[in-house]
C-alpha cells in the first residue's frame, strides 16, 4: 500500500501524518489529528455525523480520502467554539432549542448547520431543512433541529 506524506489544517492548526492512500479523512482526523468529536457511524456518506467543512464547505470525511485533503482547511466541531470556550451560534441554536439528545448526529448536523450560516449570503431556512434532510437522527424527532435551524435563518 503506498503512503503519502499530507498536512491539513485543522482547526487552525497544521497537522502532517503519513496515510495510506485509501485512509479517510474521517479517520484522519480521529486518529491522526485527534479530533473524536468527528463521528464515524455509517461510514457510506448516508447518516452525515462524520460532516466536517473543509475549505468553507460542508463535507462527508467518510467519503472524502486524506490524501484529497492534503493543504486543506479543515474544521472540526472541536473548532468551533471560541477561545474562552463561549458557543458558536449555531451550538447556542441547538442548546437552547434541545436539538439533541444521545449526541451522535450532532457534530455533523452543527457542522452543517455552521457551514451554510457562514456563507455569503447566509442559506435560507429552506436551504437549511433541505440540507439538514441529509443527517439522520435516532433520538429527537427533528424538531428541536428544526428549531434551531429557523433560528439561524431569521438572524440573518
Given at each position: 500500500m503506498s503512503e503519502h506524506k499530507i498536512t491539513?489544517?485543522?482547526?487552525?492548526?497544521?497537522?502532517?501524518?503519513?496515510?495510506?492512500?485509501?485512509?479517510?479523512?474521517?479517520?484522519?482526523?480521529?486518529?491522526?489529528?485527534?479530533?473524536?468529536?468527528?463521528h464515524l457511524g455509517c461510514e457510506h456518506g448516508v447518516c452525515g455525523a462524520?460532516?466536517?467543512?473543509?475549505?468553507?464547505?460542508?463535507?462527508?470525511?467518510?467519503?472524502?480520502?486524506?490524501?484529497?485533503?492534503?493543504?486543506?482547511?479543515v474544521t472540526?466541531?472541536?473548532?468551533?467554539?471560541?477561545e474562552e470556550g463561549?458557543?458558536?451560534?449555531?451550538?447556542?441554536?441547538?442548546?437552547?432549542?434541545?436539538?439533541?439528545?444521545?449526541?451522535?448526529c450532532t457534530p455533523g448536523v452543527v457542522m452543517t448547520l455552521?457551514?451554510?450560516?457562514?456563507?455569503?449570503p447566509p442559506a435560507s431556512e429552506e436551504a437549511l431543512r433541505e440540507a439538514l434532510s441529509g443527517h439522520l437522527c435516532r433520538c429527537t424527532g427533528y424538531q428541536g433541529i428544526l428549531r434551531a435551524a429557523r433560528r439561524l435563518a431569521a438572524v440573518k
Open positions: 491539513v489544517t485543522v482547526n487552525g492548526e497544521p497537522v502532517s501524518a503519513l496515510v495510506e492512500g485509501r485512509r479517510t479523512l474521517g479517520d484522519f482526523l480521529r486518529i491522526d489529528a485527534g479530533r473524536t468529536g468527528v462524520c460532516t466536517v467543512i473543509v475549505d468553507g464547505a460542508a463535507v462527508r470525511s467518510c467519503l472524502m480520502l486524506a490524501v484529497q485533503a492534503d493543504g486543506a482547511a472540526t466541531v472541536e473548532g468551533l467554539a471560541g463561549d458557543l458558536h451560534p449555531v451550538q447556542q441554536a441547538m442548546r437552547d432549542e434541545h436539538g439533541l439528545q444521545c449526541g451522535f455552521a457551514a451554510l450560516t457562514s456563507a455569503d
